[in-house]
């Protein structure tokens, strides 16, 4: 039922505005593009791209967006969320879904740093849900196993190859210290025949030297070109530049290491294989029809009281 012109007739402006907004606001705060696309991930995950981690908790229920692993999320990708929402809301009001909205945000502020080309389809309606509870399971964590890690992506339906590729997006934005501590303080889980980089790490030691006092302290994903969308995260990889655990396993295991050694060869092959990968993710498990509504507001249900 999603079609790259569903809103072609009923808000003709919806393109352009979003992109003027995202344009605007990458410019203003050029961490919205890394916060915007890991948003776009951990709402796909959890029930499909249907905004569910948009909606804002309430003193009855915590809904999706406060659970732990999402309370890093940046608030300035809500932010442009809210703001193309607006806009669009005084063109065409009630049309446009919050989560075409961020589906189409991520699209095009990928594109604008670098990244390629996402061909996304429109017409996913909102959940009518969000909860804290149903994000456990659904979300990799750095210090899993590969095996854990992988019969996660699966359980989404998404394959080996992949996951290899989604994953290219730490090619830009930040890790807070806490994520990788384990490796650069305690050597207890380095498993790859390259360990990390030994400058590298002391470099990192020295960055999160207070990380338990100052729990804002942050490092690239991708070290060299933090904010461009490119493959040179796969080319860290290969050198012990990988900053989580998780990054680092993809390079060295029998099932992923032949992907990484392609897509750090071949930036075209990394860039095809993420944008069939962002497309499948865009519309896996979306709801359409009456399973869902086109909220009015994306941080509240329609029928929200207060
Ligand atoms: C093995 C699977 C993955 C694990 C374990 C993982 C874990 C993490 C962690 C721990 C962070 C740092 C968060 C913080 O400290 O604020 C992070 C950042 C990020 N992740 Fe992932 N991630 C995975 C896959 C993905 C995928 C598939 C995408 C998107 C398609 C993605 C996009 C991002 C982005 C863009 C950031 C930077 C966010 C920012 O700078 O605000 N990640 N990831
Ligand atoms: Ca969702
Ligand atoms: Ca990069």
């Given at each position: 039922n999603l079609s790259s012109d569903y809103y072609t007739k009923t808000c003709p402006e919806f393109e352009e505005t979003l992109v003027q907004i995202v344009t605007d606001k990458q410019i203003a705060a050029p961490t919205t593009a890394v916060g915007t696309l890991r948003l776009f991930f951990h709402d796909c995950m959890?029930?499909?791209?249907?905004?569910?981690?948009l909606v804002a908790s309430t003193p009855r229920k915590t809904s999706e967006r406060d659970a732990d692993i999402n309370r890093?999320?940046?608030g300035d990708a809500f932010d442009v969320i809210t703001r193309i929402k607006t806009a669009v809301e005084l063109k065409?009001?009630?049309?446009?879904?919050c989560s075409d909205i961020l589906v189409g945000a991520t699209r095009s502020l990928i594109s604008m740093v670098g990244g390629p080309r996402v061909n996304v389809k429109f017409g996913r309606k909102d959940s009518l849900v969000s909860d804290m509870?149903?994000?456990?399971?659904?979300l990799a964590r750095p210090n899993m196993t590969m095996d854990h890690i992988i019969s996660i992506f699966e359980s989404s339906g998404l394959t080996v190859q992949e996951m290899v590729a989604l994953v290219?997006?730490?090619?830009?934005g930040f890790s807070h210290c806490k994520e990788f501590a384990s490796r650069i303080f305690n050597k207890s889980d380095q498993n790859?025949?390259?360990?990390?980089n030994p400058k590298y790490a002391a470099e990192l030691r020295k960055l999160c030297a207070n990380y338990t006092n100052d729990e804002q302290m942050s490092a690239f994903n991708?070290?060299?070109?933090?904010?461009k969308f490119d493959n040179m995260y796969y080319k860290n990889l290969k050198h012990?530049?990988?900053?989580?655990q998780s990054d680092h396993a993809i390079a060295f295991d029998n099932r992923t290491r032949s992907l990484v050694d392609l897509y750090a060869e071949d930036e075209t092959a990394f860039f095809d294989a993420f944008a069939k990968a962002m497309e499948k993710v865009s519309e896996k498990n979306v709801k359409t029809g009456k399973l869902g509504e086109v909220r009015r507001r994306c941080d509240q249900y329609n029928d929200y009281k207060g």
């Open positions: 959890v029930d499909g791209c249907d905004a569910s981690i890093s999320l940046p065409c009001p009630n049309i446009v879904s509870n149903r994000v456990e399971g659904k290219g997006a730490h090619t830009i790859g025949p390259v360990e990390m991708d070290v060299f070109t933090p904010g012990g530049y990988g900053l989580l």
